[in-house]
Nanobody, 124 residues
Framework: QVQLVESGGGLVQAGGSLRPSCAAS????????MAWFRQAPGKEREFVAA????????SYADSVKGRFTISRDNAKIMVYLQMNSLKPEDTAVYYC?????????????????WGQGTQVTVSS
């Protein structure tokens, strides 16, 4: 079992940066691919970025490519999302997710564990 706790969200002006973190529990963290999803009010949860078990392979939604970077530290059992050049449309609750396997996926249904989310608000 894996428990995930996000932190590091907040309020930022457009063009600014934030770096949410996800702390995972469990000794089998390296067995899981990890991802970030987000959900804005009235919208479905959508894929943001994913990273493989080793950290060598990453993937991004087109809307964040070139602005966001996902990373992980298997020794510290942490996952990060560096968000730069933030836009008001990035406003959402950001969720960390874990998927048993080597590579991530862009589908919500493929993930086994979820955190409680952290709010990111970008003002114009």
């Amino acid at each position: 079992q894996v428990q995930l706790v996000e932190s590091g969200g907040g309020l930022v002006q457009a063009g600014g940066s934030l770096r949410p973190s996800c702390a995972a529990s469990g000794r089998t963290f390296s067995n899981y691919a990890m991802a970030w999803f987000r959900q804005a009010p009235g919208k479905e949860r959508e894929f943001v970025a994913a990273i493989s078990r080793s950290g060598r392979s990453t993937s991004y939604a087109d809307s964040v490519k070139g602005r966001f970077t996902i990373s992980r530290d298997n020794a510290k059992i942490m996952v990060y999302l560096q968000m730069n050049s933030l836009k008001p449309e990035d406003t959402a609750v950001y969720y960390c997710a874990a998927r048993r396997g080597t590579y991530g996926s862009s589908y919500v249904r493929d993930y086994d564990y979820w955190g409680q989310g952290t709010q990111v608000t970008v003002s114009s």
